[in-house]
């Protein structure tokens, strides 16, 4: 099974499937739309849509947008394709916060005439003095008192836009005593004129996060509410409104562990500000920790929900080591990418008994292990390429690859003796001169061993492509965590790795020149790289390097 077995919420729904509390689960992934998706939503889609495939439930996405000034459709739309792309279906049309707003306003009235909710003029500053501490308790605003008709009236001209900005907003009347801050007395509404991407001009009031979210889940029938642990604090809060409010469903919260990702970001503000600030070219660049930039990078579905199954789901810490997430990735790429030789620093060598009666070209398949997969032919010819680190003119000992006087097979192809070296003015070694011993075609030499095997192209057939390798997008493991002599957070920027990003140009194998964007390929001996989704044409190839061949840390 694909996804995280044996977790404390599988239990939950076990046993409220099996007592007949629910007869089918319905989960959802609730995203506020003001950034694009990242790896720890990528864990959140997996748990969400997860639970529900194998529990033969209902998964929704809905998104939470209720602060309207940091949302836009681009963000929707990215979501929408992210959870796709993922491998997920929602259930039926998704669905948006701001489609309840009508509901969650009549709720609000339904709270006032109650006397559970009331208009407050305090400003944040006052609000904040009364709230109290952990240690001390709050105090009441002097308008808490006001009646029902009165706040009804004026909740009802907040909405009519009769007052500005900030003057007013609605609470709930619950206690200000209470040890936990959430209940005392949270704003609900607050007086914002801003253009909503959904309902426009619309609305001068919003509601907030805590309100909306639990009474959204009770509209769509949700049994299992799962959010990440800073929320366990807001439970009470959930529960409150969704008492006091005449609604049927009382779905459940359950909380668990954020994941944090070492190297990387996992805030969708903070990747903001990568974007806005120009320190890579777009929320979809490779080196980013966005659904849309490791799907860029070459990383896929199935290396994204193999990590999610691996992290696990609980409530202790859950900071992942980035060799953890490239490894699932590695994996399983492994058995799914064809494999192509390319050569990323050129070092020519001319065959010099090179025949073209007598010397053959052979074909390879894709892949050592799957047949399926297929062959091409791997053409050779006087001259080739082969990789600059491949030779030595002083070789440190065990040296397998080649050298002056020494030997090494071409994959796929022969076994070649270097004969002699052509350096320019400086010293550099420029090209070789290698004979073929045409009796190795397919079998051992005669007589000796040569062990080395080296990737290697033809210099009339290969083709020219971009491509780019990437390192770490930060220089420490905690980047936004890192403080100064007075213990503030330094600026996370400044932990940019300068070079995370090297663009080479390089030689492929002529199957390059037929590919589409997003076809993936191992090249032997180098990693496994990507045609650029949105870069990549079949007569200029541009490839992204997704991973290594072996964990880089
Ligand atoms: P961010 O701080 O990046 O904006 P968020 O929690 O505010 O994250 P939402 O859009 O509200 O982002 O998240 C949608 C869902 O994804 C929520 O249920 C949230 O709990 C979950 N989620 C977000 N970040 C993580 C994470 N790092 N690990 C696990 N789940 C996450
Ligand atoms: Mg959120
Ligand atoms: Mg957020």
């Not at 199954?309 to 409530?315: D, E, F, L, Q």
């Not at 600026?491 to 080479?504: D, G, M, R």
Request: charged share 30%; with cysteine.
């Amino acid at each position: 099974e694909e996804f995280a077995d044996n977790h404390f919420i599988r239990t939950i729904i076990e046993d409220d499937l099996a007592s007949g509390k629910h007869q089918q689960i319905q989960t959802r992934f609730p995203p506020e739309p003001n950034g694009y998706l990242h790896i720890g939503h990528a864990k959140s889609i997996c748990l969400n849509f997860g639970l529900a495939t194998v529990y033969d439930g209902l998964c929704n996405l809905r998104f939470d947008d209720t602060n309207p000034e940091k949302e836009s459709d681009e963000y929707v739309r990215s979501i929408k394709e992210d959870v796709t792309w993922m491998g997920f279906q929602w259930q039926g049309e998704p669905h948006f916060a701001s489609d309840y707003f009508e509901d969650l306003y009549q709720y609000a009235i339904g709270l006032i005439q109650a006397g559970k909710a009331y208009v407050d003029e305090l400003n944040a500053e006052e609000m904040r003095q009364y709230r109290g501490t952990l240690t001390e308790p709050g105090k009441n605003s002097p308008y808490r008192d006001r009646t029902p008709e009165e706040n009804l009236d004026l909740f009802q001209r907040m909405r009519a836009g009769e007052f500005p900005d900030g003057s007013k907003t609605l609470r709930l009347k619950i206690d200000m005593a209470a040890g936990n801050v959430n209940l005392r007395d949270p704003v609900i509404y607050r007086i914002r004129r801003v253009h909503h991407h959904r309902t426009g001009d619309k609305w001068c009031i919003y509601p907030m996060y805590d309100y909306t979210h639990a009474i959204s889940d009770a509209i769509e029938n949700i049994t299992h509410s799962l959010c990440t642990l800073e929320f366990e604090s807001h439970r009470p809060l959930y529960d409150w409104v969704l008492d006091n409010i005449p609604i049927q469903t009382h779905p459940r919260q359950y909380e668990f562990s954020r994941l944090e990702l070492l190297y990387s970001i996992t805030s969708k503000r903070k990747l903001n500000q990568l974007v806005v600030e120009n320190h890579v070219s777009g929320w979809d660049d490779p080196r980013m920790p966005t659904i849309a930039g490791m799907r860029r990078r070459g990383y896929t579905p199935a290396g994204l929900r193999l990590f999610s199954k691996r992290v696990g789901i609980s409530k202790s810490e859950n900071v992942v080591d980035m060799n953890v997430l490239e490894g699932a990735v590695r994996e399983e790429l492994e058995n799914s990418s064809p494999r192509l030789m390319a050569i990323l620093s050129p070092l020519k060598i001319e065959l010099t008994n090179f025949d073209e009666f007598l010397t053959q070209s052979r074909s390879a398949p894709f892949h050592p292990h799957h047949e399926e997969m297929g062959e091409r032919n791997v053409p050779i010819a006087r001259h080739i390429y082969i990789e600059q680190d491949d030779f030595a003119l002083e070789p440190p000992p065990k040296w397998q690859r080649l050298t002056v006087g020494g030997e090494v097979r071409l994959r796929y192809s022969y076994v070649i003796k270097c004969e002699e070296v052509v350096t320019d003015e400086m010293g550099n070694v420029i090209e070789l001169k290698c004979s073929i011993d045409h009796d190795t075609l397919g079998k051992k030499p005669e007589g000796r061993k040569v062990k080395g095997v080296i990737h290697w192209l033809s210099a009339e057939h290969a083709v020219h492509a971009t491509v780019r390798l990437y390192e770490r997008l930060f220089t420490v493991e905690r980047p936004d965590a890192v403080r100064d002599e007075n213990g503030e957070y330094k600026n996370f920027t400044e932990f940019l790795n300068p070079h995370s990003v090297t663009e080479v140009s390089a030689l492929i194998e002529p199957v390059a020149n037929t590919l589409a964007p997003e076809a993936r390929y191992q090249f032997e001996r180098l990693g496994y790289f990507v045609t650029d989704r949105y870069d990549h044409t079949p007569e200029k190839p541009v490839f992204n390097r997704t991973v290594g061949l072996k964990e880089s840390f």
